[in-house]
């Protein structure tokens, strides 16, 4: 049990629609981060939030954005999404001490 | 750039040890992670080490480093068939080991009654 929390868990969506996932993170885990995994990979950092801010990014478009807010919840939002934007998506959270503790993940089908 | 390398598949008898290998191309790396997934699940934190650690035990695992030739490894003891699933190893560069970690893409171990 890592406290914590994605939803929903499974979701379809079409080419060129919008997605939100969120992520519910341990009370005094002021980080949080977002991963992709493809079938078959390993996750790959989207963007990481400190403090409400995004403070690092990974090889991502800006079509993939995201927010942080005061009571330890994030979401993700994908803008017109692709074919290939069919992944597990991670949510992390930590204090900084080193540990990163994930989701079970929101996997999302794009047809 | 960051490049973190594992081989695919492992298979092990119940009750024999368990080394899954790694090596990084990043020096500056200050953390090395392993994580296991199993089949629908996210990531679960095995372990992690810092850059300046040679070995790290906690109960059945060791992780060893070789920061010389950019090596991990995690040996699981006592193998159980509880332990089958994908084994990621990870680094990062940041001093909290919160940021921005790269995976290997993963390890699938298969434990044999």
């Known amino acids: 049990e890592t406290g914590v929390t994605q939803s929903p868990t499974h979701l379809i969506k079409t080419r060129g629609q919008q997605v939100t996932l969120r992520c519910s993170s341990q009370s005094g885990h002021n980080t949080v981060s977002w991963y992709q995994q493809a079938l078959g990979q390993g996750p790959q950092f989207i963007f990481q939030?400190?403090?409400?801010?995004?403070?690092g990014r990974g090889n991502f478009p800006p079509r993939f954005s995201g927010l942080q807010f005061p009571n330890y919840s994030s979401e993700l939002n994908v803008n017109a999404l692709e074919l290939d934007d069919s992944a597990l998506y991670l949510c992390?959270?930590?204090?900084?001490?080193?540990?990163?503790?994930f989701g079970e993940g929101s996997r999302l089908t794009v047809l | 750039g960051e490049d973190v390398e594992q081989s695919l598949f492992l298979s092990v008898r119940e009750g024999d040890s368990s080394v899954i290998n790694c090596t990084y191309t990043?020096?500056?790396?200050?953390?090395l992670y392993w994580y296991k997934q199993e089949p629908g699940a996210g990531l679960q934190l095995l372990t992690y080490?810092?850059?300046?650690?040679d070995m790290k035990q906690d109960q059945r695992l060791t992780v060893l480093l070789n920061k010389k030739d950019k090596h991990l490894s995690l040996r699981i003891a006592d193998t159980q068939t509880g332990d089958s699933a994908i084994y990621f190893c990870a680094e990062s560069k940041d001093q909290t080991g919160a940021n921005n970690l790269f995976f290997g893409t993963g390890t699938r171990l298969t434990v044999i009654p």
């Open positions: 080490i810092f850059s300046n650690m």
């Open positions: 992390a959270s930590t204090t900084g001490t080193g540990e990163l503790f």
């Open positions: 939030y400190y403090r409400e801010e995004e403070n």
């Open positions: 990043d020096s500056s790396s200050t953390y």
